[in-house]
């Protein structure tokens, strides 16, 4: 067995993907990269499952703590056999409800009521637009909108940064919120919150008490999840919202985890339904933005309404520009 891969792979999280974002966890994979006991127990997990970022998580909702090095070898070689089956078995989530952000004003583009069905959902914590507070505040910080559900502020407030034009805002009313994903979570299940908490890096702030309190509006209403692949799944599940509603399909950030053939059949699958479609992908992802996008110069993600442009965003909706009717395709 070869530990040189994990070596590498760990060096170079701990040099290049960490600082900035992390610092325990660039001690914990500094570590690795300086270990060879654990570079063994690692070495035993599949090449596509062994990321730090997907490790370390499943270490964490194990029960490791948030301390130096020496603490968490000692608990990974102490419980070996059960980091390296629950890494085999899981995939990293991005359960990121910040995401919603970018793509409030497209669902306030749409008559509803609306009937959302999320492909890649975790846990369904972006199928609650309606349940958040928003603040969209401009480049000094200042408040330029916001926005609280019709019973007031939320549990979460979702701040994003909104550069240049501000386009017209409201809350949506959802009526129905379904999704499909290979391994849903349960936000009313212990193991999978801790799960969805321990993908949150360590240093990243408001992040896991962000997601902390959408999982407890998840746990209160819980959507309707199934598992599954989208294409097989995706008809049966469109046909059961409800008559009257508006279907929203969303596929925010989950098509650049899909390979290229599949990904085509999905999208083909979505655009032939009686539904709406809102998504946040790389520029270069799809060929179906309107209009083109020059993905050399594209700052961030797309977001898009059926394939029409409308912003570029941060990935997990940290920032977004408003680009609709710009008919601009790049910066």
């Known amino acids: 067995m070869t530990t040189d891969a994990v070596q590498r792979r760990y060096a170079r999280f701990a040099a290049e993907e960490a600082p900035g974002r992390s610092d325990l966890y660039a001690e914990w994979a500094s570590g690795v990269a300086q270990d060879a006991v654990v570079q063994e127990v690692l070495a035993r997990i599949p090449e596509n499952r062994r990321q730090p970022p997907l490790v370390f998580a499943v270490t964490r909702m194990l029960g490791a703590d948030l301390s130096g090095y020496d603490g968490w070898r000692a608990f990974v070689l102490a419980h070996a056999d059960d980091v390296v089956a629950e890494s085999a078995a899981r995939g990293l989530q991005t359960n990121e409800p910040l995401r919603l952000a970018p793509l409030l004003p497209l669902l306030g583009e749409i008559d509803g009521p609306l009937a959302l069905l999320e492909i890649g959902a975790s846990a369904g914590l972006c199928l609650y637009p309606d349940r958040y507070s ?132 999905l999208v083909e699958r979505i655009r032939s339904l009686p539904a709406r479609w809102i998504t946040i992908d790389p520029p270069g992802l799809l060929d179906v933005w309107r209009p083109p996008v020059d993905a050399e110069r594209w700052p961030g993600f797309v977001v898009a309404l059926d394939g029409e442009v409308r912003a570029a965003a941060d990935p997990l909706g940290r920032w977004w520009e408003w680009r609709a009717g710009s008919g601009a395709s790049s910066a």
Do not use: K
């Not at 979702?158 to 959802?174: C, T």
């Not at 129905?176 to 849903?184: V, Y």
């Open 134 to 265: 928003y603040r969209f505040v401009g480049q000094d910080g200042e408040t330029r909108a916001a926005l609280d559900p019709d019973d007031g502020p939320s549990l979460v407030t979702l701040v994003s940064r909104v550069e240049g034009e501000l386009p017209p805002l409201r809350m949506p009313e959802v009526v129905w919120r379904a999704g499909i994903d290979l391994a849903p979570l349960d936000a009313r299940e212990e193991r999978d919150r801790r799960w969805l908490q321990g993908l949150v890096w360590p240093g990243e702030e408001g992040r896991e008490q962000r997601v902390a309190a959408a999982l407890d509006i998840a746990a209160s209403a819980p959507p309707l999840l199934i598992a599954g692949d989208a294409v097989d799944r995706l008809d049966a599940l469109a046909a059961a919202a409800p008559a009257g509603a508006t279907l929203v399909i969303t596929t925010p950030g989950v098509l650049v985890h899909i390979p290229r053939p599949a990904r085509e059949r």
